[in-house]
Nanobody, 115 residues
Framework: VQLQASGGGLVQAGGSLRLSCAAS????????MGWFRQTPGRQREMVAIIRRRGDVEYNEAVKGRFTVDRDHAKNTVNLQMTDLKPEDTAVYYC??????????WGQGTLVTVSS
């Protein structure tokens, strides 16, 4: 299975971006799909995940600003980011945890928020 992420870029504080991640396998076989982010010198952290039954978990720092959703027909998971802040600057990685226990990661897409 391969994941292809897109949608990163440079945006001013207060702006919006939408990230998308397409999987080559069937999303019906996942335990969860979602997004993580990482900045230099820090551990990768969960941003938002959506589980197989549809329940969603968000990092407290992004609650109310970010929304994760999935499209079964297109085998994608998306992250709508609004009211972006400079501290949201990071490389964002999409993640699929399959029911087989295999953990798949996208290649990472850079989001830069200028103040």
């Amino acid at each position: 299975v391969q994941l292809q992420a897109s949608g990163g870029g440079l945006v001013q504080a207060g702006g919006s971006l939408r990230l998308s991640c397409a999987a080559s396998g069937s999303v019906f076989m996942v335990n969860h799909m979602g997004w993580f982010r990482q900045t230099p010198g820090r551990q990768r952290e969960m941003v938002a995940i959506i589980r197989r039954r549809g329940d969603v978990e968000y990092n407290e720092a992004v609650k109310g600003r970010f929304t994760v959703d999935r499209d079964h027909a297109k085998n994608t998971v998306n992250l709508q980011m609004t009211d972006l802040k400079p501290e949201d600057t990071a490389v964002y990685y999409c993640n699929f945890l399959w029911v087989t226990g295999v953990d798949s990661w996208g290649q990472g897409t850079l989001v830069t928020v200028s103040s």
